[in-house]
């Protein structure tokens, strides 16, 4: 008969097991960038690797962090039906600046607040930019989400977020 602690070092050697076969898995759709310079060549394709990832809702947004500051982020739209989402922190009365650039397809931005409500929105056709001029109407979290219109998507070209929060 097992005692508790016996037990206890069972289930912690099955976790043990376990656990990294099941993050594995997790992560088999990922690319690593093997040199550094935000690309997958180990296929004999050009992947870009993002490493905002897993960013797919707002639930998952990366931080970028709080005002009076510049945020300048490259990511990719990989498959037809991916979002990536980004959040921070902006004041009451201060200007929040969205800008998509580089894009490699046709993308739409869009700024929500806390609650899921959407407060803007950038629809540009084809690969022209997307700009978003707003002013927060109150202090607290917002978010940022980029989606391909349609099915618009690039998993070779990044495009870039500039995030201006005066």
Known sequence: MLTSRH????????????VP????????HRHHDDDGDGYYHGDGGSRYDDRYEPNDT?????????PNNFY?????????SEEDWFTFWQDDG???????????????????????HQLAVSSQPGLANELIFFVAPYSGRYYVRVQGW?????????????????
Request: charged share 25%; hydrophobic share 40%.
């Open 7 to 18: 037990r206890l070092r069972v289930l912690l050697a099955a976790m043990a097991i376990v």
């Open 150 to 166: 349609d099915t618009a998507h690039d998993e070779d070209r990044p495009y870039l977020l500039e995030v201006d929060l005066e």
């Open 72 to 80: 300048a982020v490259n990511g990719a739209i990989s498959w037809d």
């Open 94 to 116: 201060y200007d929040i600046t969205l800008s998509l650039t580089n894009l490699p397809d046709d993308y739409e931005l869009q700024l929500y607040d806390d609650d899921g």
């Open 58 to 66: 707002q639930y998952l947004a990366y931080n970028l962090g709080g």
């Open 21 to 28: 076969l099941f993050a594995a898995g997790c992560r088999k």
